[in-house]
């Protein structure tokens, strides 16, 4: 059984950072892209940061310049490195792996979620 569990939310005042980790275990062979998104109380999730197998990143508006997505292949973890943070940025925040190559095929699987809140 594949499962990705988040790690390193917290809380944190505005203009602080914070760093997220993604960690994948089970029977994996390798993982194409692993992103984050995130959901604010009373909103949709969105999209945060992609990155590919390749180390290819991209990111919404929002966050440019402030997040930087990374990944350790050989751990199957990814990470979410927070600057300058703003209460907007509140939410959990979800870690995704896409084209997870297992024996058992290509999965799309989401972790549990870790809280991030931003506040003075």
């Known amino acids: 059984q594949v499962q990705l569990v988040e790690s390193g939310g917290g809380l944190v005042q505005p203009g602080g950072s914070l760093r997220l980790s993604c960690a994948a275990s089970?029977?994996?062979?390798?993982?194409?892209?692993m992103g984050w998104y995130r959901q604010a109380p009373g909103k949709q999730r969105e999209w945060v940061a992609v990155i590919t197998r390749s180390g290819t990143t991209n990111y919404p508006d929002s966050v440019k310049g402030r997040f930087t997505i990374s990944r350790d292949n050989a751990k199957n973890t990814a990470y979410l490195q927070m600057n300058n943070l703003k209460p907007e940025d509140t939410g959990v925040y979800y870690c995704?792996?896409?084209?997870?190559?297992?024996?058992?095929?290509?999965?799309?699987?989401w972790g549990q979620g870790t809280l991030v809140t931003v506040s003075s």
């Open positions: 089970g029977r994996i062979f390798s993982i194409n892209a």
């Open positions: 995704n792996g896409m084209g997870i190559a297992t024996m058992n095929g290509y999965l799309e699987v």
